[in-house]
């Protein structure tokens, strides 16, 4: 146990160390190379019958790439394998697995009954010869198995780190395609990791930015179907959408839902003006956050609900402030050199991600709520709009690149600034809104 | 009624004076000009397309500004004037940002934009009710490179004619 712990508490003293705000693309190499992932090792699970074979594969496969993607795990290739693990009662052979130098071992079973699917698990620290929690049993529908996969490897996570995990859960985003001056929008849907893309509108108006519902359920997004940008609600279920009313004439975009689900707050353009507004989804009446001469936008609940954190140019530039979530005076947060945007508070609560914009590069940072301690986590060309995984670990984003050619990506990375890699999508993708985990 | 006749009477008085003066086979030619007017082209003043290309549809922001330079304070004159020329006509001004800057930022800047081209063909006499704004932020460049040649062409208020109250 204690043994297998280690290399992962290496990783979090690194990411407690303080960085040094000033010198952002550098802590990129900082952090680089210095932790060593935790290797595992996850055998191919024991079909039960041969039906269940390739279900037993996949799902091996989806586990690994999970805990592979993290950057905090390293996967022993199969073919080092000393052992083979034919059946899931059989006692686990811990010296084949210390010999090729695995720390975790994830042994599991599958069945497959007509539609019926089922997994059952258990993880080892191999060095230590103990099983770390109890085995564990899901059980589901053959079309699900990838869900399945996501939630052996989120239990993985969570005992072998402490932390709770992220693979269960689905990501909204902007599914864009033809050239920077003709692009087509779509709204769309998938699973954290890119698979199973379910697209909710066609491309016939502009859409942007969609954001979860706290138990996601529903999806607010800004759309130019009626000409100008107005902001709708999605039931992701049924995919219908409706219109959220706001003043005739004026523009609403950015919207964002309380943590309670019960009322949103946006972004209101009128006469030169952007201001925040909140609406009570169920009466459907606005009422006015702020009233200054200048834009505010990217509104963000802290979880309590109590506070507000978003984006002003009331300083002359656009920088981050935090307010009553009610409105009244707002606090400043920001303060290093350059311009930021888009605050997202984390689902801890402790930090909040941001876009920055200095000497024309852009970067994904994340500072604590009071400003301090900031750090900038990515450097590119265009890198905006982060957002949280469900445990806080983990900052989802888009990156475009520059010129004629350039195109939307969506990227994932740690919060300690390591693991930056891109999440497939068929086409470009942008605007990422990462949904809590799936019950 | 009474106004509407006495607009018609002047329109055909001036029909005459201008037919008088012109080869009748080439209604409305222009002075000096040997081709006929085709209405609805950029030869013809009261034309959409004249409003696009001779007086000039868009004008252009510095970085990060929304106030109106001195050449783009020229141009809403000329729309201003045709506007009031051209009554039938409503227009909506799209506001647009570059690339650089955050989405929903953009999209605000760029409703400041169209707004403080609106202000001001409002004193100049435009009636408010005419004119409506919309901000398409950083979502529709016209020029796609990453330089500031194309970033200067993007930061615009494009004051577009939606429709006219005649056939």
Same mark, same amino acid.
């Given at each position: 146990?204690?043994?297998?712990?280690?290399?992962?508490?290496?990783?979090?003293?690194?990411?407690?160390?303080?960085?040094?705000?000033?010198?952002?693309?550098?802590?990129?190499?900082?952090?680089?190379?210095?932790?060593?992932?935790?290797?595992?090792?996850?055998?191919?699970?024991?079909?039960?019958?041969?039906?269940?074979?390739?279900?037993?594969?996949?799902?091996?496969?989806?586990?690994?790439?999970?805990?592979?993607?993290?950057?905090?795990?390293?996967?022993?290739?199969?073919?080092?394998?000393?052992?083979?693990?034919?059946?899931?009662?059989?006692?686990?052979?811990?010296?084949?697995?210390?010999?090729?130098?695995?720390?975790?071992?994830?042994?599991?079973?599958?069945?497959?009954?007509?539609?019926?699917? @089922?997994?059952?698990?258990?993880?080892?620290?191999?060095?230590?010869?103990?099983?770390?929690?109890?085995?564990?049993?899901?059980?589901?529908?053959?079309?699900?198995? !990838?869900?399945?996969?996501?939630?052996?490897?989120?239990?993985?996570?969570?005992?072998? %780190?402490?932390?709770?995990?992220?693979?269960?859960?689905?990501?909204?985003?902007?599914?864009?395609?033809?050239?920077?001056?003709?692009?087509?929008?779509? &709204?769309?849907?998938?699973?954290?990791?890119?698979?199973?893309?379910?697209? &909710?509108?066609?491309?016939?108006?502009?859409?942007?930015?969609?954001?979860?519902?706290?138990?996601?359920?529903?999806?607010?997004?800004?759309?130019?179907?009626?000409?100008?940008?107005?902001?709708?609600?999605?039931?992701?279920? !049924?995919?219908?959408?409706?219109?959220?009313?706001?003043?005739?004439? %004026?523009?609403?975009?950015?919207?964002?839902?309380?943590?309670?689900?019960?009322?949103?707050?946006?972004?209101?353009?009128?006469?030169?003006?952007?201001?925040?507004?909140?609406?009570?989804?169920?009466?459907?009446?606005?009422?006015?956050?702020?009233?200054?001469?200048?834009?505010?936008?990217?509104?963000?609940?802290?979880?309590?609900?109590?506070?507000?954190?978003?984006?002003?140019?009331?300083?002359?530039?656009?920088?981050?402030?935090?307010?009553?979530?009610?409105?009244?005076?707002?606090?400043?947060?920001?303060?290093?050199?350059?311009?930021?945007?888009?605050?997202?508070?984390?689902?801890?609560?402790?930090?909040?991600?941001?876009?920055?914009?200095?000497?024309?590069?852009?970067?994904?940072?994340?500072?604590?709520?009071?400003?301090?301690?900031?750090?900038?986590?990515?450097?590119?060309?265009?890198?905006?709009?982060?957002?949280?995984?469900?445990?806080?670990?983990?900052?989802?984003?888009? !990156?475009?690149?520059?010129?004629?050619?350039?195109?939307?990506?969506?990227?994932?990375?740690?919060?300690?600034?390591?693991?930056?890699?891109?999440?497939?999508?068929?086409?470009?993708?942008?605007?990422?809104?990462?949904?809590?985990?799936?019950? | 009624?009474?106004?509407?006749?006495?607009?018609?009477?002047?329109?055909?008085?001036?029909?005459?004076?201008?037919?008088?003066?012109?080869?009748?086979?080439?209604?409305?030619?222009?002075?000096?000009?040997?081709?006929?007017?085709?209405?609805?082209?950029?030869?013809?003043?009261?034309?959409?397309?004249?409003?696009?290309?001779?007086?000039?549809?868009?004008?252009?922001?510095?970085?990060?500004?929304? @106030? &109106?330079?001195?050449?783009?304070?020229?141009?809403?004159?000329?729309?201003?004037?045709?506007?009031?020329?051209?009554?039938?006509?409503?227009?909506?001004?799209?506001?647009?940002?570059?690339?650089?800057?955050?989405?929903?930022?953009?999209?605000?800047?760029?409703?400041?934009?169209?707004?403080?081209?609106?202000?001001?063909?409002?004193?100049?006499?435009?009636?408010?009710?005419?004119?409506?704004?919309?901000?398409?932020?950083?979502?529709?460049?016209?020029?796609?490179?990453? %330089?500031?040649?194309?970033?200067?062409?993007?930061?615009?208020?494009?004051?577009?004619? %939606?429709?006219?109250?005649?056939?």
């Amino acid at each position: 146990m204690m043994r297998l712990l280690t290399s992962l508490f290496v990783g979090m003293t690194l990411l407690a160390v303080p960085v040094f705000a000033q010198n952002g693309p550098l802590r990129l190499e900082l952090d680089e190379g210095i932790i060593e992932p935790l290797p595992f090792a996850v055998p191919t699970f024991v079909p039960d019958t041969p039906a269940a074979a390739q279900y037993a594969n996949d799902i091996s496969r989806v586990i690994s790439a999970d805990l592979t993607g993290t950057g905090l795990f390293r996967e022993i290739a199969p073919d080092a394998f000393i052992s083979r693990v034919s059946s899931f009662d059989a006692p686990v052979q811990f010296a084949d697995w210390k010999a090729i130098n695995a720390e975790a071992l994830v042994t599991g079973a599958v069945n497959v009954s007509g539609k019926k699917l @089922t997994v059952r698990f258990r993880v080892w620290d191999v060095f230590s010869g103990q099983e770390l929690g109890n085995g564990l049993q899901f059980a589901g529908t053959t079309d699900g198995w !990838r869900r399945m996969a996501h939630k052996v490897a989120d239990q993985v996570y969570a005992r072998v %780190t402490g932390e709770g995990g992220y693979f269960d859960s689905r990501v909204a985003f902007v599914s864009e395609s033809g050239p920077k001056d003709q692009r087509k929008k779509r &709204l769309a849907i998938m699973d954290y990791d890119g698979a199973n893309v379910q697209y &909710l509108t066609d491309s016939a108006a502009i859409v942007l930015a969609p954001r979860f519902s706290p138990s996601g359920d529903r999806l607010l997004y800004t759309s130019y179907e009626s000409g100008r940008p107005r902001i709708y609600v999605l039931d992701v279920g !049924r995919v219908k959408r409706q219109e959220l009313k706001t003043q005739e004439g %004026t523009m609403s975009f950015s919207p964002r839902f309380s943590p309670d689900g019960q009322s949103i707050v946006y972004s209101l353009a009128q006469g030169g003006n952007t201001d925040l507004w909140k609406m009570d989804l169920g009466s459907g009446q606005s009422t006015r956050l702020t009233n200054t001469p200048s834009i505010e936008t990217a509104p963000s609940y802290s979880p309590d609900g109590s506070r507000i954190v978003f984006e002003s140019d009331r300083s002359g530039t656009p920088q981050l402030y935090i307010m009553p979530a009610q409105g009244g005076e707002a606090t400043r947060i920001s303060f290093g050199q350059g311009r930021y945007g888009t605050p997202v508070w984390s689902p801890r609560g402790d930090l909040v991600a941001f876009t920055k914009q200095n000497k024309g590069r852009f970067h994904i940072g994340v500072m604590r709520t009071d400003g301090s301690e900031e750090r900038l986590l990515t450097a590119s060309f265009l890198d905006e709009g982060p957002t949280w995984s469900p445990n806080g670990r983990v900052i989802m984003f888009t !990156r475009e690149t520059q010129g004629a050619s350039g195109r939307s990506t969506l990227y994932s990375v740690d919060i300690s600034g390591r693991n930056l890699r891109p999440v497939r999508t068929p086409d470009g993708g942008s605007d990422p809104s990462w949904g809590p985990l799936q019950n | 009624m009474n106004v509407l006749g006495k607009f018609a009477a002047l329109g055909a008085l001036a029909l005459i004076t201008a037919c008088t003066s012109n080869d009748p086979s080439t209604l409305g030619g222009g002075a000096g000009g040997n081709g006929a007017i085709v209405p609805g082209s950029p030869s013809d003043p009261r034309s959409p397309a004249y409003f696009q290309q001779a007086v000039g549809d868009r004008v252009l922001f510095l970085v990060d500004q929304s @106030t &109106l330079t001195p050449e783009a304070q020229t141009i809403l004159q000329g729309q201003a004037d045709w506007l009031l020329a051209n009554t039938d006509y409503v227009a909506t001004i799209e506001g647009h940002a570059d690339e650089q800057g955050t989405r929903e930022y953009n999209l605000a800047l760029g409703e400041r934009r169209a707004n403080a081209a609106r202000e001001y063909l409002i004193s100049r006499g435009v009636a408010g009710n005419r004119l409506q704004t919309v901000s398409f932020g950083k979502e529709r460049p016209i020029e796609i490179c990453s %330089t500031e040649e194309c970033y200067s062409k993007n930061r615009r208020a494009v004051t577009v004619l %939606t429709g006219s109250t005649t056939g």
